[in-house]
C-alpha cells in the first residue's frame, strides 16, 4: 500500500480554520485519497475522500495537489467537537481487482487540539 | 438508519481462554472489516468479510478468525487469549466493498 506522511500534532483556536496536510508522494494514478476522524473514546469516522478535484462536504473540504503527491483537509470553522485524531488513507478504487480495497491501512495520523 | 452495534462493549478476560465478538452492521451494508487498536501499534487490520466469505485479512495468527452470516452480521473469535490482544476491536461497515465504512463503537477486551 502506498503510505501517507503527516504532523503528529497540531493546534487551532477555535472558530479559527485548520489546515490539515498529508504528503503521498508513491500515491497511484487511480488511488484515491480518503480522510477519517477519531474522537476521544469512539470509533473512526469518515470525513471526505476525492480522486484529483477538491471536494467538499458538511464536515470539511479537501484540496488536492495538481500532482496528487499531497492533499489538505480544510475544516472551516474548528470546533471544540472537532479535537480528534485525523487520518489520511489512499485507497485503490472498487473496480481495481485485487483483495486490498476491503482494507484501512491506518497511519499515526495527526492529533488535532482544539483551544476555546 | 442505526449506526453499527458491537457487543459486548467491555469484555475481560484470563490468558488462555477464548472470545467471540458480536457485530451488526448498518442496514443494507455488505462489507464488514475489523481492526484491532492498542496504544503501541495503532489501528490495524485484522479481516473483511463480504458475502459470507473473508475476502481479505491482516498479518495476525490463525488464533484471530471470524465469519459472516447471511444477514451480514459478523462475528470475531479470538483463541487462546495472550496478554497482548489486549486491545479496542473495532467493527466497520460499508455498502460494498471499497466505499466509506462506518465504525461501532468497539469492544474493549481486556486479558488477564
Known amino acids: 500500500d502506498a503510505k501517507t506522511t503527516q504532523p503528529n500534532s497540531m493546534e487551532s483556536n477555535e472558530e479559527e480554520p485548520v489546515h490539515l496536510p498529508c504528503n503521498h508522494s508513491?500515491?497511484?494514478?487511480?488511488?484515491?485519497i480518503h480522510w477519517y476522524r477519531q474522537l476521544p473514546s469512539q470509533g473512526p469516522e469518515y470525513v471526505i475522500h476525492?480522486?484529483?478535484s477538491n471536494v467538499n462536504n458538511r464536515m470539511a473540504s479537501l484540496a488536492i495537489a495538481e500532482d496528487r503527491k499531497s492533499s489538505t483537509l480544510i475544516l472551516h470553522r474548528a470546533t471544540l467537537r472537532d479535537a480528534a485524531v485525523y487520518y489520511c488513507?489512499?485507497?485503490?478504487?472498487?473496480?481495481?481487482?485485487?483483495?486490498?480495497?476491503?482494507?484501512?491501512?491506518f497511519g499515526q495520523g495527526t492529533i488535532l487540539t482544539v483551544h476555546p | 438508519k442505526a449506526g453499527v452495534t458491537q457487543t459486548p462493549r467491555y469484555l475481560i478476560k484470563t490468558r488462555g481462554q477464548q472470545v467471540t465478538l458480536s457485530c451488526s452492521p448498518i442496514?443494507?451494508?455488505?462489507?464488514v472489516s475489523w481492526y484491532q487498536q492498542t496504544p503501541g501499534q495503532g489501528l490495524q487490520f485484522l479481516f473483511e468479510?463480504?458475502?459470507?466469505?473473508?475476502?481479505n485479512k491482516g498479518n495476525f495468527p490463525g488464533r484471530f478468525s471470524g465469519r459472516q452470516f447471511s444477514n451480514s452480521r459478523s462475528e470475531m473469535n479470538v483463541s487462546t487469549l495472550e496478554l497482548g490482544d489486549s486491545a479496542l476491536y473495532l467493527c466497520?461497515?460499508?455498502?460494498?466493498?471499497?466505499?466509506?465504512?462506518?465504525f461501532g463503537p468497539g469492544t474493549r477486551l481486556t486479558v488477564t
Open positions: 466497520a461497515s460499508s455498502w460494498d466493498r471499497g466505499y466509506e465504512q462506518y
Open positions: 508513491t500515491i497511484s494514478g487511480t488511488d484515491y
Open positions: 476525492g480522486l484529483t
Open positions: 488513507i489512499l485507497r485503490a478504487p472498487f473496480n481495481a481487482g485485487g483483495t486490498s480495497y476491503g482494507k484501512l491501512t
Open positions: 442496514s443494507g451494508h455488505r462489507s
Open positions: 468479510y463480504f458475502s459470507e466469505t473473508q475476502r
